[in-house]
């Protein structure tokens, strides 16, 4: 069963509880300001299945202010009836983009974890050229991209380190996110003054154009290394990435359970090259283990380098 299927089944599902759940009158006053703990179970559970993203109680509010934002916008009065939307074909799945988006949190920003990003420049520095082809070549995963800062980020870095070098280079990121809208936004790079700021400006003018309403757009050079593509990072097995030797994956597994955690983790370290690396949040993971892959000490960040090929998973916890 793929996650649309499941996903529906889990809403059909959810349809027959929550007609259980009307007769208990946990409709009653059905109003965009009122969620009741039986419905807010059933949207929770909706997001852990369609994003496996936990959503705890405590962020009750969030839920009902973002699902209430996306019914006014179209015109749609009860949780109830905002379910049948979800639940209507092809035009359900186009919505649930669209609130998947305003439930999943994308802050981000340009450079965001320096000792991380030194991580990728001391791995530039010492990676060889291929012997077969004389040249230089990287692929770099950026998994949970939001608006592109971190993919973009990724691309001047790795840009900057093989322009010191007098090899044959190539470099190109794959970005991913299950954001839709963030992802139409990451492919056009244009960004505000204020999302620049604190950016060193050689690197802003090398790899920034300003337009005339003075935001700035990325080089449509460096737009060209990054393919920005929606994915969900829990389907990541039959996808189209392949094998990298960079996994860049932060402020993402936050979101998620201990379970998912290991489970996106293990997924994550499958696309790696052998030598390849997997940067992740310091402390958004703990206990993780993979025998194929080594932890490396870098003050501040929380990264692994793969040693060998195999994909056997067996986590020290
Ligand atoms: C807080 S942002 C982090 C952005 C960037 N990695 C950074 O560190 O600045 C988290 C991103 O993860 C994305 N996300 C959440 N659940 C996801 C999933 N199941 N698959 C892919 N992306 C997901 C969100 O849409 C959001 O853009």
Known sequence: MDLGESALKKMQDAKVHMKKVHTKNAFENDSLNQMSQAQFEIWSELLRDRTGMVLPIERKSFLVTSIGLRMREIGVESYDEYHK???????????????????????????????????????????????????????????????????????????????????????????????????????????????????????????????????????????????????????????????????????LLIYFDKGRRYQIVDALAEHLNPGGLLILGSGEILNWGHPAMKKIEYPGTLAYQRVESGNNTDHEN
């Open 85 to 251: 939307v979800l639940d209507s074909g092809a035009n359900g799945e186009l919505e649930w983009k669209y609130l998947i988006d305003r439930l999943t949190v994308h802050e981000t920003r340009f450079f965001r974890h320096t000792a991380s990003l030194d991580v990728v420049r001391e791995y530039m520095n010492e990676k060889t050229v291929d012997a077969k082809t004389g040249s230089l070549t990287v692929q770099v995963w950026s998994a949970g991209c939001s608006t592109g800062e971190e993919a973009y980020t990724l691309a001047m870095t790795l840009d900057q380190q093989m322009s010191l070098r007098s090899d044959n280079c190539y470099y190109g990121i794959m970005a991913t996110d299950i954001s839709l809208p963030s992802i139409k936004f990451a492919r056009k790079g244009i960004y505000s003054a204020r999302r620049l700021q604190g950016m060193d400006a050689n690197m802003r003018n090398q790899y920034f154009e300003q337009l005339e309403d003075g935001r700035y757009q990325v080089t449509q050079e460096l737009r060209k290394r990054v393919c920005f593509t929606p994915m969900n990072v829990l389907v990541t097995s039959d996808n189209a990435i392949g094998k990298v030797d960079i996994v860049f994956c932060q402020n």
